[in-house]
Each structure stands twice: as structure tokens, then as C-alpha cells.
């Protein structure tokens, strides 16, 4: 079983939409929850980050950790164009990160 | 701006010759560097963990004298590809982190490696 699990998509959107994107962990270890945004060609770049359960809110970006469930989600509203990209989970427990493999986004306009 | 620079961001070389892939962290000191190779829709594989001053960590399955790794100093690491070989081509992807930051990674913007 993989650390973390993540649905590749692709997911398609029209502008505007909410979108929901989510992993599943195994290891009740982790702490720490990242979202980063990676562009094609380009380093992922960390979007958000949570430490143990709860919601967090950046803009139009909210994540929440669901230790109990061991889900996590990062949710766009009034998604844009510019939000095309894929989305990797991450975890932390200790000096190592685990990664989902990524859910590629299309908005369209 | 970018915390983390990696260069090259694009190389194409022929088989047999190897190539270096540098990174650098811009504002603050890290003595640990993660490498990570990326194949197309999936996601990072961490390769090496490069220690500043000793010798890197390798994950099972990677081949230490085909990916030389080197942390001379607080603010540098290099990756060789040593012999490559058209396999060897991916998507190489470097991170560091502040020390005593345990949430956050920085990463480099990758460098597409393509051996012909």
C-alpha cells in the first residue's frame, strides 16, 4: 500500500467551479499537510500547509485535514484559468515528505 | 521570488557522457537537500537525501555511482548523472528546507534531463 494515495484526474472544470481535490494517507505518523501547485516543466510550489486536523483558508484555497478519515482536501472556489495545473499532496512525519502522484486540473474558460 | 535556483532547466546530452545538475538555496543556509526524479503523470521520487559536508542517503533502488551527489557547502548541491543512458531521461527536481522548518520545501524550478 502507498503512503499516500492520490486520484491522478485529469479533471476537467468551466470556469467558475469549485473544485475539490483529496488524498488518503496511511500513516497516522503524519502531522504535517501540504498542497503544492506544480506547472508544467516547473518545481512544485508549496500552496498551503496545515499541522494536525482542521481547515485553513488562503483566498480562494481551503484545505482540511481529517485525521480520523486520514483525508485530506484543498478546495478552489471561482476557479480560473490560471489554476490549471496539477496539484500534488504531500505529508511530513520527521525529515521526509511523501508525495500523491498529482491530480492534473484544466479550468476552462 | 525563487528561494531555491536549479540549473540547468533544460539539457540535452548524448549517451555515455554525464552531466551536473546544480542547486542552490538563495537566503538561507541548508544543510539538507532532497533530489527527486520525476517520470510524465507521476509523482516525485525521492532519489537522495545529499547531507552538507558527508555523504548522501540513497533510497533503495538508486545507484549511487550513477548519481553522484555533492554538498560542498550550506548553499550548493550537485547531482551527476554519470554515464547516462536514454532511460536516465526525467524530470529532476531538487528541494531544501529552512532549518527548524518542518512544513515547508522549497524547490528548484527542475531540470529535463534528455539523453539521445
Given at each position: 500500500q502507498k503512503e499516500v494515495e492520490q486520484d491522478p484526474g485529469p479533471l476537467?472544470?468551466?470556469?467558475?467551479?469549485?473544485?475539490?481535490?483529496?488524498?488518503?494517507?496511511?500513516?497516522?505518523?503524519f502531522q504535517y499537510f501540504m498542497w503544492y501547485r506544480q506547472y508544467s516543466r516547473k518545481?512544485?510550489?508549496?500552496?498551503?500547509?496545515?499541522?494536525?486536523?482542521?481547515?485553513?483558508?488562503?483566498?480562494?484555497?481551503?484545505a482540511q485535514v481529517d485525521k480520523s478519515s486520514k483525508y485530506i482536501s484543498l478546495f478552489i472556489r471561482d476557479s480560473q484559468p490560471s489554476d490549471?495545473?496539477?496539484?500534488?499532496?504531500?505529508?511530513?512525519?520527521?525529515?521526509?515528505?511523501?508525495?500523491g502522484t498529482g491530480t492534473s486540473l484544466t479550468v476552462i474558460p | 521570488g525563487a528561494v531555491v535556483s536549479q540549473h540547468p532547466s533544460r539539457v540535452i546530452c548524448k549517451s555515455g557522457t554525464s552531466v551536473k545538475i546544480e542547486c542552490r538555496s538563495l537566503d538561507f543556509q541548508a544543510t539538507t537537500m532532497f533530489w527527486y526524479r520525476q517520470f510524465p503523470k507521476q509523482s516525485l521520487m525521492l532519489m537522495a537525501t545529499s547531507n552538507e559536508g558527508s555523504k548522501a542517503t540513497?533510497?533503495?533502488?538508486?545507484?549511487?555511482?550513477?548519481?553522484?551527489?555533492?554538498?560542498?557547502s550550506l548553499?550548493?548541491?550537485?547531482?551527476?548523472?554519470?554515464?547516462?543512458?536514454?532511460?536516465?531521461?526525467?524530470?529532476?527536481?531538487?528541494?531544501?528546507?529552512?532549518?527548524?522548518?518542518?512544513?515547508?520545501?522549497?524547490?528548484?524550478?527542475?531540470?529535463r534531463l534528455t539523453v539521445v
Open positions: 476537467s472544470v468551466p470556469e467558475g467551479a469549485i473544485v475539490s481535490l483529496n488524498c488518503t494517507y496511511s500513516n497516522s505518523a518545481g512544485p510550489e508549496l500552496l498551503m500547509y496545515t499541522y494536525s486536523s482542521g481547515n485553513k483558508e488562503d483566498g480562494r484555497f481551503t490549471s495545473a496539477t496539484y500534488l499532496c504531500a505529508m511530513s512525519a520527521g525529515n521526509q515528505f511523501y508525495f | 540513497y533510497e533503495q533502488g538508486v545507484e549511487k555511482d550513477k548519481f553522484l551527489i555533492n554538498h560542498a548553499t550548493l548541491s550537485t547531482l551527476t548523472v554519470t554515464s547516462a543512458h536514454p532511460e536516465d531521461s526525467s524530470f529532476y527536481i531538487c528541494s531544501a528546507r529552512r532549518p527548524g522548518w518542518d512544513t515547508e520545501a522549497f524547490f528548484g524550478q527542475g531540470t
